[in-house]
Structures are given as structure tokens and as C-alpha cells.
């Protein structure tokens, strides 16, 4: 799948799998007509998240293409994705291709339009660990049982952030992108 981006951010086109995608993904409202002129921010939650972002493309911009592999994760399935950004005439293109795709017993705490209640739960937004209240980060299918959420009605609110791990893997990209984008807090380094 394939998405641009213009000069200030903004998804100006995406490819035929786009759509297919979001609707696997379980969000058919994200079709192009929606996306398209809307800034990549607008659909990331978490401050630390959009810094990564920004960085990412802030580089590929300046003609350093930028690799990298992250989660993105269906409620059914486990995937890992890599995603390379590049400059592409006077646009950034964002290229994301799977490179694993695994069917797993559908985690609920995932499902859009699911009833929540209860306190948030973490999701590290790069790896998809979960926090649990010990303060450590697992995967989502131990959270589960270790929260107790199995079969139950509902499920907690989802709190998207970067886990310790990945902070410190994408630390020196994320401070120099805080230099580029002094609205950007490095805060929220400390928060995670
Ligand atoms: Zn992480």
C-alpha cells in the first residue's frame, strides 16, 4: 500500500490498496475520500507518535530514505509491516508493505466501535506492547489474560504512546526532530 505526502504534511493521494487495507484493518470509513487532504497527524493520538512521524518524514523530505518495521495489528491478526518513506518529486512517498501476517483468536480490546469503560490501557503504537499496572510491556495476547479482559462485555479505553524500548530505539531521531518542531514537546519523552 501506498500514500503521499505533500509539503505541509498532508495525505495528497493514496494507491488501490489503500481502501482494501483499511477495511482489513476494520476501518471502512477511512476510504480515500476522507483521507485524502487531511494532515498525517490527524490520525496519529499520541504526541510522541506524531514526533516519530514527523521525523520520519521530515528526513525522507531531505532525501534520506527512511526504513522502518513496525506493528500493525488487526483485532484477528498479527502483522508486521515495514514501512519505507522516500522523496518522490516534490512529495514524500510512504510505501507499507507486510512482511508477516499471522491469524491469532480475535483480541476485543482492538475492535473499533467496541463498548469501553474502565481506565485506559497503553498500547505502544510502534511495537504493540501493552503496559500493564506492574509496569512492564507485553504483548497484547498476555495482557489480555493477564487484565482478565477475555469474554468480557467490555472492554478498557486504548491509550496509544511509544513503550521505553522504542523511545530509546528512535531516541536521537525523535530530539532531532523536536529541534525542527518546537511545538512538539520532548516531554513527552519523560511521559512514556
Ligand atoms: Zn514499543
Known amino acids: 500500500m501506498k500514500y503521499w505526502l505533500d509539503d505541509d504534511d498532508r495525505i495528497v493521494e493514496v494507491d488501490e490498496n489503500w481502501l482494501p487495507s483499511a477495511i482489513d484493518n476494520g476501518a471502512p470509513e477511512l476510504n480515500p ?71 491469532r483468536a480475535p483480541v476485543a480490546l482492538l ?26 510491556w507485553v504483548e497484547i495476547e498476555v495482557a489480555v489474560e493477564e487484565l482478565g479482559l477475555r469474554n468480557r462485555l467490555q472492554s478498557p479505553p486504548v491509550k496509544h504512546c511509544v513503550c521505553e524500548s522504542c523511545v530509546v530505539k528512535n531516541a536521537p531521531a525523535m530530539q ?8 512538539i514537546r520532548t516531554r513527552a519523552f519523560a511521559r512514556v
Open 33 to 103: 475520500a476522507h483521507v485524502c487532504g487531511r494532515p498525517l497527524d490527524s490520525f496519529i493520538s499520541d504526541t510522541t507518535t506524531r514526533l516519530l512521524w514527523r521525523s520520519l518524514v521530515r528526513r525522507a523530505r531531505l532525501g534520506e530514505a527512511a526504513m522502518v518495521i513496525i506493528r500493525s495489528d488487526a483485532p484477528d491478526r498479527r502483522r508486521l509491516v515495514l514501512l519505507r518513506l522516500s522523496r518522490d518529486g516534490g512529495r514524500v512517498l510512504v510505501r507499507s508493505d507486510t512482511i508477516t501476517d499471522e491469524l
Open 176 to 183: 532531532a526532530a523536536s529541534i525542527q518542531s518546537p511545538g
Open 111 to 136: 475492535e473499533s466501535g467496541r463498548s469501553r469503560a474502565g481506565d485506559a490501557v497503553q498500547i505502544c503504537s510502534w511495537c504493540a506492547k501493552v503496559l500493564l499496572p506492574s509496569k512492564r
